[in-house]
């Protein structure tokens, strides 16, 4: 390609959308709210336009709302280009009926395939041309869609928190002494477990079958094998469905939902502030990032500024949690690999001092709710700054450099590790990879430096890549990060200011006014993503998780079409999920 | 040569089990085990060897903002009487988020009017998160959360104002910092409120 070939990059402000696609596209007025509105017929044309001529090639969310008091329901897609740069929002309206339908945009970005099962389970939203739309969370045969906003669930009391049972009426109830089936639980029709017409996995196995690709067209010994959700190396209750020919995979199947509790509607049961502490329940090994992203997007609503201490401070606790969650990523890896536990306790002991920090300034080790709108919590109590100066300038570097040496040039690892589970650049950005498992595939996306948020830009820091792809990579990626993540501390640590650690005074019933807003953050699984929409009103209308380590599954299948069955574990270990975070 | 990566991890294994020899000869005299600076000692930066604690015989000391499900804060008058802080204005049952705190309000039984004072509390320990927001939020110091984590039981735990009611002595022990600060700066607004009276 010479020079004169490549096209410069139109800048987003200069893109005329409305030119460039007359007739399909308005600019979205609502107060707040920003972004195109798309029609329906033509969104195929305009995402394939998109992709292919300008530059925006990585799909990171796709979500539905459901607009009740309107009669519509609308999609939102949040699109970014892997070169870096800010997103582009567009939405697309329909009907709302039962069930709403949607061209799907798996053939464009096959990255959507999980996000748009997940608006189909929760939201009732058909993406046709879907070939495998099924229930994701939810089990086949629920009635309902439970995102919907005239859906109640058990123990329902009201819309939103708080609730009047407890204040002011101040009645003492245990929910297990209310009858939790009440009037409002549904079974679908011709629902009757007992008379053998209820075939939940049905669906799943005709899906596994259909993906193979069967060149002889001969009934072979193909046999399925179910792996877990009782199963040590899945990290949790997940299952994997196997579909294998030997011993080698022919199409898999990730199964998920067990530990699913409906966190997006209890977050718009909540009010804003409430929500705080769920979020750390999503990923629990890093609940500072998750914190992090919900204040961003709720600070993007109210729009409020954060003090330049309080941001010192969330820059050094979520980089804090980047090397927390990598131990414990790299760990558990070896762990998966039949390393047994010496690798995962050394690196057991460096999270422990971490978490030691994060319990002195935030109470609790894991479930941190730290952050709040306009700051964090409280300043750092006395001795933290010490501790972390201690760690980050004299332990953890040596710590990691002695991990490097027990474990990268380890024969065993690099037989399993290299060339297995490989993942390539384009594959990469097609299933909408995040994190790790983008960087180890050669694309240097980090959000932390495509997009910069917080104080990110005034940081020296590398964006850890690697080329190859496979599970090597993807371990060698997450240790380039926990050094660049000391580099970041360290020059916080010198860098923090004196000050206030929180805009105006503390608050319990934030005000925020109507619109819609996208936070994301580089979390330590990759792009972590809240969609936050306010109407003003103490609880949100609609409350999106973008989950990293739930996105990143979409690639687990094709990942592992190829490889040997005890390679799934290797290549699940690889990828590092949290099923709090996956299942919501 | 082919084995020399399984070697040089092997070494450093093999480091970390002489190591925890080693630490143990260095603390010779002292108490590693079982003493607060042994317990110090393994979770600083230079903790080496066996890192790990004897719960319950050894505990980790929990630092000051540790928290645990809440407690209410009384004071205690001459004759024993407690009086609670807590003055029924509901902020804690309103920004708990898995509402888990019931309040019954005081009402005079001579005039029907309500009292600054709860008749019953009740927090329902099963469900209470640990996540501190109502402590964090209560504009009269009244709850604050706890630093006792041992409350397995067999059945279902709900606390009420008896069981969470704790003195201010045991509040100043376990969080003296916070404490400190809120007492002075309680004390500046009563010499606030006076200089205006007078």
Same mark, same amino acid.
């Given at each position: 390609m010479t020079e004169a070939d490549m096209k410069t990059p139109i800048p987003n402000e200069a893109l005329d959308l409305p030119a460039l696609f007359p007739g399909?596209?308005?600019?979205?007025?609502?107060?707040?709210?920003?972004?195109?509105?798309?029609?329906?017929?033509?969104?195929?044309?305009?995402?394939?336009? &998109?992709?292919?001529?300008?530059?925006?090639?990585?799909?990171?969310?796709?979500?539905? =709302?459901?607009?009740?008091? !309107?009669?519509? $329901?609308?999609?939102?897609?949040?699109?970014?280009?892997?070169?870096?740069?800010?997103?582009?929002?567009?939405?697309? %309206? /329909?009907?709302?009926?039962?069930? =709403? !339908?949607?061209?799907?945009?798996?053939? *464009?970005?096959?990255?959507?395939?999980?996000?748009?099962?997940?608006?189909?389970?929760?939201?009732? *939203?058909? @993406?046709?041309?879907?070939?495998? &739309?099924?229930?994701?969370?939810?089990?086949?045969?629920?009635?309902?869609?439970?995102?919907?906003?005239?859906?109640?669930?058990?123990?329902?009391?009201?819309?939103?928190?708080?609730?009047?049972?407890?204040?002011?009426?101040?009645? *003492?109830? %245990?929910?297990?002494?209310?009858?939790? @089936?009440? +009037? #409002?639980? /549904?079974?679908?029709?011709? @629902?009757?477990?007992?008379?053998?017409?209820? !075939?939940?996995?049905?669906?799943?196995?005709?899906?596994?079958?259909?993906?193979?690709?069967?060149?002889?067209? &001969?009934?072979? +010994?193909?046999?399925?094998? #179910?792996?877990?959700?009782?199963?040590?190396?899945?990290?949790? =209750? @997940?299952?994997?469905?196997?579909?294998?020919?030997?011993?080698? *995979?022919?199409?898999?199947?990730? =199964? $998920?939902?067990?530990?699913?509790?409906?966190?997006?509607?209890?977050?718009?049961? #909540?009010?804003?502030?409430?929500n705080m502490p769920y979020t750390d329940r999503l990923d629990y090994l890093s609940s500072m990032s998750n914190n992090f992203g919900y204040a961003l997007a709720v600070e993007k609503l109210m729009q409020i500024a954060v003090p330049e201490r309080a941001e010192y401070i969330r820059v050094m606790m979520a980089e804090l949690t980047r090397i927390a969650n990598h131990c414990m990523a790299i760990g558990a890896l070896f762990n998966d690999l039949g390393f047994f536990f010496t690798p995962l306790l050394y690196l057991l002991e460096e999270r422990e001092l971490i978490l030691d920090i994060f319990e002195a300034v935030a109470g609790s080790r894991m479930m941190c709710n730290y952050f709040r709108f306009g700051g964090v919590a409280r300043d750092l109590p006395e001795g933290v700054l010490e501790k972390i100066k201690g760690l980050c300038f004299e332990r953890l570097p040596r710590r990691i450099d002695e991990i490097d040496r027990f474990l990268t040039e380890n024969e065993i690892f690099r037989a399993r590790g290299i060339g297995q589970g490989v993942l390539t650049a384009e594959d990469a950005i097609r299933y909408s990879a995040a994190g790790p498992l983008l960087r180890a595939s050669g694309i240097p996306y980090d959000v932390r430096r495509a997009e910069p948020y917080s104080i990110y830009e005034r940081f020296e820091f590398d964006v850890a890549v690697r080329y190859h792809g496979d599970i090597y990579d993807r371990y060698l990626v997450r240790l380039d990060e926990m050094r660049q993540s000391i580099r970041i501390v360290q020059q916080a640590v010198k860098g923090l200011p004196e000050g206030p650690i929180q805009t105006g005074k503390p608050q319990y019933q934030v005000r925020v006014p109507p619109g819609e807003a996208y936070g994301r953050v580089e979390g330590p699984k990759g792009e972590l993503g809240f969609y936050v929409i306010s109407t003003g009103k103490p609880n949100p209308w609609r409350y999106h998780v973008r989950a990293p380590s739930f996105i990143n599954l979409t690639a687990f299948g094709p990942m592992c079409v190829g490889q040997k069955v005890a390679d799934v574990v290797a290549v699940l270990g690889s990828i590092d999920i949290v099923l709090g975070e996956t299942d919501r | 040569m082919y084995g020399k990566g399984i070697l040089k991890g092997l070494g450093v294994s093999a480091r970390h089990f002489i190591e925890t020899y080693l630490d143990d000869i260095r603390w010779l005299g002292r108490k590693r085990y079982g003493s607060p600076e042994g317990i110090a000692h393994r979770a600083s930066k230079k903790g080496r060897g066996i890192f790990t604690v004897q719960y319950p015989e050894e505990k980790v000391p929990v630092p000051e903002e540790f928290r645990f499900v809440p407690f209410l804060v009384y004071e205690s008058n001459s004759n024993g009487d407690k009086s609670y802080r807590c003055t029924s204005c509901g902020i804690c049952a309103k920004v708990c988020p898995p509402q888990c705190i019931w309040i019954v309000r005081n009402s005079d039984p001579a005039t029907g009017r309500p009292i600054p004072d709860p008749a019953e509390f009740y927090i329902d320990a099963d469900i209470c998160m640990n996540c501190g927001l109502c402590a964090e939020y209560c504009p009269f110091d009244a709850i604050k959360m706890d630093h006792n984590y041992e409350l397995a039981s067999y059945g279902r735990v709900i606390f009420d104002k008896e069981k969470l009611g704790k003195p201010v002595a045991y509040y100043e022990s376990i969080r003296p910092a916070n404490a400190a600060k809120e007492n002075a700066a309680r004390a500046a607004k009563e010499a606030a409120r006076a200089a205006r009276a007078d």
């Open positions: 399909i596209l308005s600019a979205d007025t609502r107060p707040g709210y920003s972004g195109w509105i798309v029609e329906k017929d033509n969104l195929l044309e305009f995402a394939t336009a &998109l992709r292919d001529e300008l530059g925006y090639d990585y799909l990171s969310s796709v979500t539905g =709302v459901d607009y009740l008091p !309107e009669g519509k $329901m609308e999609i939102v897609y949040h699109v970014y280009k892997t070169t870096g740069g800010p997103g582009l929002v567009f939405k697309v %309206q /329909a009907p709302r009926q039962d069930p =709403v !339908e949607v061209p799907s945009l798996i053939s *464009i970005y096959p990255g959507a395939e999980l996000q748009e099962r997940e608006a189909w389970d929760l939201l009732g *939203i058909k @993406f046709t041309g879907h070939p495998d &739309l099924r229930r994701i969370l939810m089990w086949e045969g629920f009635a309902g869609h439970p995102l919907r906003k005239d859906w109640k669930e058990a123990y329902f009391e009201e819309e939103g928190k708080p609730l009047k049972s407890r204040w002011p009426e101040g009645k *003492i109830v %245990q929910a297990e002494d209310k009858n939790p @089936f009440g +009037d #409002n639980i /549904a079974y679908p029709d011709g @629902f009757d477990p007992d008379k053998g017409k209820y !075939e939940p996995e049905k669906a799943l196995y005709a899906a596994l079958r259909e993906s193979q690709q069967d060149e002889t067209g &001969l009934p072979s +010994d193909r046999i399925i094998v #179910n792996m877990g959700p009782q199963h040590p190396s899945t990290h949790g =209750v @997940f299952r994997v469905a196997v579909m294998l020919d030997g011993e080698t *995979i022919v199409s898999l199947k990730p =199964v $998920m939902g067990y530990l699913h509790r409906n966190h997006e509607k209890i977050g718009e049961r #909540n009010t804003f502030l409430m | -």
